[in-house]
C-alpha cells in the first residue's frame, strides 16, 4: 500500500505525456507529408524556419508538461502554448497567414507586463501617520505594553 500515489501519479503522467506525444506526432507527419512532401513548390527558407520553430517549441512545452506532470504540479502556461503551437501547426497547412498566431505569445506577456506596470502606478503608498494624536497613542500602547511584561499577574 505504500507509495500507492506515488504510481498512481507516475500512471498518469506517463498516459498523458503519450497523448501530448501523439498529437506532436500526428500534426508533424500530417506537416510533412502535405506541406513539405506534396507543396514543395510553395515551401520557402521562411516556412523551414517555421517548422524549426515548431519543432523546438513543440519539444519545450513537451518537456515542461512531462516534468510538471512528474512533479505533480500545474502545467498551465506549457498547456497553453502547446494548443497555441498545435493550432499554427494545424492552420499552416492551409496559408501561411496563420504563423501570425504566434502574435498571441507576445501579446499575452505584454499584456501581464502592463498590467504589473498599471497596478505599481496607481496603487497608492501608504501614508506616514504624522498626527499628534496617533504618535501619543501609540507611545501610551508600547508603555503599556512594557508595563504588562514587567509585571505579570497570575489568574486563579
Not at 75 to 84: A, G, K, P, Q, T
Amino acid at each position: 500500500m505504500a507509495n500507492q500515489a506515488e504510481k498512481k501519479s507516475a500512471k498518469k503522467s506517463e498516459n498523458v505525456s503519450g497523448i501530448f506525444l501523439q498529437i506532436i506526432m500526428a500534426l508533424m507527419a500530417s506537416y510533412i507529408l502535405y506541406r513539405i512532401m506534396w507543396k514543395w513548390h510553395e515551401f520557402g527558407i521562411w516556412n523551414w524556419l517555421g517548422f524549426v520553430v515548431l519543432a523546438i517549441v513543440y519539444y519545450i512545452t513537451y518537456s515542461g508538461i512531462a516534468s510538471s506532470l512528474e512533479l505533480g504540479v500545474d502545467y498551465e502556461y506549457y498547456l497553453d502554448v502547446f494548443v497555441i503551437n498545435a493550432a499554427v501547426n494545424f492552420l499552416t497547412l492551409f496559408s501561411d497567414w496563420f504563423w501570425l498566431i504566434y502574435l498571441v505569445v507576445p501579446g499575452f506577456i505584454g499584456w501581464k507586463l502592463v498590467k504589473i506596470f498599471l497596478n505599481w502606478i496607481f496603487t497608492p503608498d501608504p501614508e506616514p501617520d504624522n498626527d499628534p494624536r496617533n504618535e501619543k497613542k501609540r507611545l501610551k500602547q508600547e508603555r503599556q505594553a512594557a508595563r504588562g511584561q514587567r509585571f505579570q499577574t497570575v489568574r486563579r
